[in-house]
């Protein structure tokens, strides 16, 4: 298997702990215990100044082409810009700014994870990629994959012009009726518990339209920010990610919903259903060089669309004032940065295969 593919032979990247590390109390609202997601408070003597004076300039996408497209059939709220497809679906934006972040993001799947995907595929045909966004992870499983079929789909219209020729995007909305003609023999969704209304019929419509054998993969947030010992507890950051969550449930969505897709899955008839639980920290405060490298890539991820992701969302859903939501951002962007703040972002990983 490609070193970038599934093998759920061997343990996820990220989650085996440091059996010479002291225990922690975990505070999580997970219920996963940050020791078992291999997470521990760095000494002082294993603080890496480099890696600290890196936060803000850890990485560059290798393709700039969706980053230097122009972004069309869009709206202009707040100095941002947003889908028109479907107007006020999805509460990020869609501009140059957001789209640079996506890719940031794609960068943490790929440090936390180790790999592109964890389905155990053999010679795919058809495979589909909803909530594609810069369609980034599309172009390289169609890169990997030449002879299969990949197609992405979107609200926003951001994905580069040049791809793979086996490589294609559709403007979507992934919760209507699906009209494929054709069905798939893998589906993959990443981070889309804050845009899914109602996720137990979208994975019923996935069953119907996967191959039999093929297989069903959500890589995802799996509840509100914590941190392994309390720290984070009075924290702008958790306040902020709280509201946050609120505000999303407003508009439809339940952004800690992805622990139940394990149980959505096997209801709508999966099986060999597989969970694996993670943690992203933030900053450079867990032990290890790897869990630095991953912090520092989580707070250019999250402080870049902070005030996409919560300006207009917490006007129109809370009913705060402009000023006073700048002011939250702030607070949250120093927490992010604060070694002394413990706090890490629980992550899931469900993967299932409908049956023969």
């Avoid at 845009?195 to 799996?222: C, H, K, M, V």
């Avoid at 509840?223 to 924290?235: E, Y």
Wanted: contains cysteine.
């Amino acid at each position: 298997m490609d070193a970038k593919g599934g093998d759920l032979g061997s343990a996820p990247h990220g989650l085996a702990s440091d059996e010479n590390q002291p225990h922690r109390g975990p505070q999580d609202t997970s219920s996963i215990s940050a020791n078992s997601l291999g997470l521990s408070v760095s000494n002082s003597e294993d603080v890496d100044d480099d890696a600290d004076s890196a936060i803000g300039d850890i990485y560059r996408p290798d393709s700039t082409s969706s980053m230097t497209s122009s972004v069309y059939k869009s709206v202009e709220e707040f100095g941002r810009t947003w889908h028109r497809y479907k107007q006020g679906k999805y509460f990020m934006p869609n501009d140059e700014i957001e789209q640079t972040r996506l890719d940031i993001q794609h960068a943490v799947s790929m440090k936390l994870f180790g790999k592109l995907y964890f389905a155990p595929l053999e010679n795919p045909k058809r495979v589909l990629d909803l909530g594609t966004g810069t369609g980034i992870w599309a172009t390289e499983f169609a890169s990997m994959h030449p002879g299969a079929e990949v197609i992405g789909t979107d609200l926003s219209p951001i994905q580069p012009n040049y791809v793979p020729p086996n490589c294609t995007f559709e403007v979507d909305d992934i919760e209507d009726d699906w009209s494929f003609t054709d069905p798939f023999d893998y589906v993959h969704l990443r981070y889309m518990c804050a845009s899914i209304r109602d996720a137990p019929r979208l994975i019923r419509t996935i069953y119907e339209n996967l191959t039999p054998g093929g297989y069903l993969e959500f890589q995802d947030y799996a509840g509100q920010v914590t941190s392994i010992d309390g720290t984070a507890d009075d924290s702008a950051l958790v306040r902020w990610h709280g509201l946050l969550i609120d505000a999303v449930r407003k508009m439809g969505p339940d952004a800690c919903q992805a622990p139940n897709y394990k149980r959505w899955m096997q209801e709508a008839g999966f099986v060999d259903v597989w969970e694996q639980r993670y943690a992203v920290p933030n900053n450079t405060w867990a032990k290890g060089r790897d869990k630095k490298e991953l912090g520092m890539m989580q707070v250019a991820n999250i402080s870049g669309g902070l005030s996409g992701m919560t300006t207009k969302l917490f006007v129109t859903q809370l009913g705060m004032e402009v000023g006073e939501i700048d002011k939250l951002v702030e607070n949250v962007k120093k927490d992010m940065l604060d070694k002394s703040i413990h706090s890490y972002w629980p992550a899931i990983v469900v993967l299932g295969r409908k049956p023969l």
